[in-house]
């Protein structure tokens, strides 16, 4: 299939005339003479390829009488007697709706046959499947992949189906784990794209070096894979347990979306601080590896902003896939000094409220998977020597997830009407005892600067 209107890379070619064609033509050959085209060699792309063929399936949610297509993923055969790994997102649709998606592959010799889901891995966007019928050739793992060992710069080979166009492979370099992440991902110089998903990226020995995961947008060749280990663990918990129910999907979700949170906020709350002090307040953040610290301004905007914005953000950039109308996992510290240029007491407070009110994050109410958001605003002391707070507090429910909630919290200064520090804490998936401690702990850190 051709996209309609492709774009090609590179500069807009110039007219070529047909002698100066023909001349380019005759240079080429006196200059190359009649040797032939190298020949392949045992660890080419098209070897690897041909060699792994019949362990690559597209893997395809679906739906309706006519059973069409409703999303596209990859997968690859590990054993035997059928079982492949693919990623989450690839089957979440079955997963969470198995009444209304059925799950299915397709071979490269287009042939086709019913999947059933037997593990899921949420944090590492990982499943396991089975298929009815076995497998003569499947995949094994690198062992050096396994214990993180495999050399920066290590050539793999990513396979799978982009954008249903057909079985694809991509060569790339294997430039070891995300350093500022905290999830478990190998950067892969290599371009994947739609559909590529819970394919296998391969050393040229053709063993698993990572699945393929994601790529980061408006990079070029940044892209991601999960660790083997996450995908060989998950397909022991297969092989070695009863196979997942799916009436208690969504139970194991939430456990496993809870275990996340506990482990992000404990290591939140275990890290240094960074004492950061805005004007007449000081404040800090976590000091972590994993968080992305940013700071910026609009001092020299045009025309002359009414107020000064200083503003630090810190975030995690990492999120939980739950479906197409859900990720989670997210959490977010902003902290920003406004100052007050040639604004009223009255409009100052209005600025205030109009632009870090929680309920304007908050705003699409009532979505599918998540309740409306209920907002509370209230005006506190810290319990430590600081500026009178008012504290304007929104949080929603998961639907289908018992105790987990989005919180979205501002907490702003009322002592001045010449500046103000609004601290702004976001964090989405959360249990409801987790997300009023990390409230009480912001606003506890609000003090006046010695």
Known sequence: MTPRNPVYPGRRPRPTWPCQSLFILLLAV??????????????????????????????????GPGEQQSSIGSGFLVSADGLAITNYHVVAQHAL?????????????????????????????????????????????DALALTDDTPRGERLFAIGNPMDIGFTIVEGTH??????????????????????????????????????????????????????????????????????????????????VLRWQKDLFEQLDAAPRKPLQMGRYRISEPDLPWLSCWAGTNRHSRPRPRVHVDTTRCSNQSQLFIDSQLSTGAYSLVHS??????????????????????????????????????CHDDFVSSAVAGPELRVLWCARAYREFDDIFDIDVAVVTQDSSAEALVSRLEMKGVSWETGTDQVRRLIEDVQWAM
């Open 175 to 256: 430039n070891g784990l995300v350093e500022r992440s905290f999830l478990e991902r190998i950067h892969f110089s290599g371009a994947l794209n739609a559909g590529m998903s819970g394919g296998p990226a391969l050393t040229r020995d053709r063993r698993i070096a990572g699945v393929n995961v994601a790529r980061m947008g408006g990079g070029q060749l940044i892209s991601f894979l999960v660790p083997p280990g996450k995908a060989l663990a998950l397909l022991d918990q297969a092989r070695n347990g009863q196979p997942m129910s799916l009436d208690v999907v969504k139970e194991e979700i939430a456990r496993q």
């Open 30 to 63: 006196l200059l190359l003479g009649t040797n032939p085209a190298p020949a392949l060699t045992a660890d080419s792309a098209d070897a690897v390829f041909s060699d792994v063929r019949p362990a690559l399936l597209q893997i395809r949610t679906v739906v």
């Open 97 to 141: 709706e198995p009444g209304t998606y059925r799950l299915q592959y397709r071979e490269p010799d287009d042939s086709r046959g019913d999947l059933e889901l037997l593990a899921i891995d949420v944090l590492s966007d990982l499943a396991v499947v089975r298929r009815a019928r076995e497998a003569p050739v499947f995949l094994e793992f």
């Open 337 to 374: 000094h406004v100052i007050n240029q040639d604004l009223n007491t009255v409009q100052f407070a209005r600025h205030l409220s109009n632009l870090y009110a929680p309920e304007a994050r908050l705003h699409f109410q009532g979505a599918r998977r998540l309740t409306a958001a209920r």
